[in-house]
């Protein structure tokens, strides 16, 4: 439409100058005019990826048993502490300004988290896994406390909640994710095991005795200490 007008006004503007200056006017309006038109037709196309619309978590149940390991085992963790999740906002633009282009706006989203394991002392967490998978313990941020009587207050912890506000969870080993990403598990907090170590002394303390069924090993029946 603004090819057309500014082609017509041109012409006549141009025609007080002759022919020429009408076939010159004619061109101008019609350049001015195509560039109107196509800002206008072509503009900034806006595209917004999935939002959550609520970034919240439920809390951990009361009353929730806490495990007690010997050796080394494969265990769930109880979340004991979470913030509301952190989102963050990315926007890209594709194609030139001329053309308008796309802009591309898409959330990601973090969880600060913290999960319980089992009485401590531990001797450490090994290996981690998330829906399955591995994780790769150098591109995440998580600390391990190994449920000592005399372990501090987690940092993140205090500063969300207040240094008068925050337990040290003293005698029970729980790990604490700070802003652990959620893209590869759909904005969502996914099932988190972990291997944990447990010296196994205390145990060895209590054993008194081991009643074993007569040849149902090469030492069955020995009659010496074996």
């Not at 609520?54 to 929730?64: C, H, P, V």
């Not at 963790?77 to 594709?94: K, M, N, Q, S």
């Not at 912890?157 to 207040?162: D, F, L, S, Y």
Request: aromatic share 6%; with cysteine.
């Amino acid at each position: 439409m603004a090819t057309i007008l500014l082609q017509a006004a041109g012409a006549a503007l141009g025609s007080v100058f002759g022919p020429v200056g009408a076939a010159i006017g004619r061109a101008a309006g019609a350049l001015a005019g195509g560039m109107i038109d196509r800002s206008l037709l072509s503009g900034t196309r806006e595209v917004k990826g999935a939002r959550l619309s609520s970034a919240r978590l439920s809390g951990a149940s009361e009353g929730t048993a806490i495990p007690r390991l010997y050796g080394t085992a494969r265990l769930g963790g109880t979340l004991i502490w979470a913030t509301r999740f952190e989102e963050e906002t990315v926007t890209e633009r594709t194609g030139g300004k001329s053309s308008g282009g796309t802009r591309t706006t898409t959330y990601r989203y973090y969880a600060n988290l913290a999960l319980g394991l089992c009485e401590g002392p531990i001797a450490g967490v090994r290996r981690v896994w998330a829906d399955g998978r591995e994780l790769d313990l150098a591109e995440i941020e998580m600390r391990v406390y190994r449920g000592t009587e005399s372990q501090p207050v987690e940092p993140l912890i205090a500063a969300r909640q207040g240094a008068d506000n925050a337990p040290a969870y003293r005698g029970l080993a729980y790990v604490v994710f700070e802003r652990l990403p959620l893209d590869d598990f759909g904005n969502r907090i996914p099932l988190i095991q972990f291997e944990v170590i447990r010296p196994v002394g205390a145990l060895e303390e209590k054993i008194r005795a081991v009643t074993m069924i007569p040849g149902a090993t090469e030492h069955g029946y020995a009659t010496i200490r074996v």
